[in-house]
């Protein structure tokens, strides 16, 4: 038996990256995926075709994860097309790097509505699904940034903070309906969003890393999959550190 046969899971921002990598994963352990992604483009179109080859019943849906409205929408058409939502990895994130002193307000209300408000939209709506199945799996895609704070990074660790404190407050509050709430933190992981970093910085944080690796977008995958399934049956409202070792 496959670890997530019979799940249905929603990942948001998934037409690339560590939550496409993730889709992958739960498809191959037999979960059915429901994704999102900003726009119906050739990368959701291509990550629908990969995960129907692996068998399990696939649809990319295009919606604003930083939009409660849109949010709604979006999960009442998913829980028609799939039934159930056992669950739920709010994965969608984007950085807007800056020093405070020079940071703008749209460079700060762009990454908390886009990282964190996102999760809330989509708890939200999820919540009363599993409540009333008495199970479900919610997985915070936070950061070691969200851990320990960075330089230039304010706005986008204040938000993968708050993703963190937000999986411990829902494990608690609704921990007696079976649902359990956690957060990863990836370390360095080799994706679109890390290689838009210039060279220098790259090296800096290579530095940081006692395995002597950037992590794969598997390495996060293999940890989602064990939190989403029954493997990890009485772990909630923790936050695990997937990161080499990093020192930060
Ligand atoms: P990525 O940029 O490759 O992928 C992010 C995906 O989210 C993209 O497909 C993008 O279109 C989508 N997205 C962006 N805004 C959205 C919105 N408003 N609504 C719906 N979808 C939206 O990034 P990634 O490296 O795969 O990162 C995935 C998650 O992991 C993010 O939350 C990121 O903060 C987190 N993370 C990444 C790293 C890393 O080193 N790559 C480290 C720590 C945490």
Do not use: C
């Not at 709506?125 to 990074?153: E, F, T, Y």
């Not at 993968?160 to 999986?167: E, H, Q, R, S």
């Not at 995958?221 to 939190?227: D, P």
């Amino acid at each position: 038996m496959k670890l997530l046969e019979g799940k249905v899971a929603l990942i948001t921002g998934a037409a690339r990256g560590i939550g496409k990598s993730i889709a992958v994963k739960f498809a191959q352990e037999g979960a059915d995926i429901a994704f999102t992604d900003l726009n119906r483009d050739e990368n959701m179109e291509a990550t629908e075709k990969e995960l129907e080859a692996l068998g399990v019943k696939a649809k990319g849906y295009a919606s604003n994860a930083a939009d409660f409205a849109q949010t709604e929408e979006v999960v009442g058409k998913i829980k028609e097309d799939f039934g159930h939502i056992d669950i739920l990895v709010n994965n969608a994130g984007i950085t807007k790097d800056g020093l405070m002193m020079r940071m703008s307000e749209a460079q700060w209300d762009a990454v908390i509505a886009v990282n964190l408000k996102s999760a809330f939209n989509f708890i939200h709506a999820v919540l009363p699904i599993m409540m009333r199945q008495r199970q479900g799996s919610i997985i915070n895609m936070a950061s070691v940034v969200g851990v320990h704070g960075n330089a230039g990074q304010s706005n986008y660790a204040a938000s993968k903070a708050g993703l963190i404190a937000l999986a411990k407050s829902i494990a608690q509050e609704v921990g007696s309906r079976g649902i359990r709430a956690n957060a990863i933190a990836p370390g360095f992981i080799e994706t679109a969003m890390t290689a838009a970093l210039p060279d220098d910085v790259r090296k800096e944080w290579a530095l940081k890393i006692p395995l002597r690796r950037a992590g794969q977008v598997e390495d996060i995958a293999n940890v989602a999959t064990f939190l989403a399934s029954d493997m990890s049956s009485y772990i909630s409202g923790q936050v695990i550190q997937v990161d080499g070792g990093m020192n930060m």
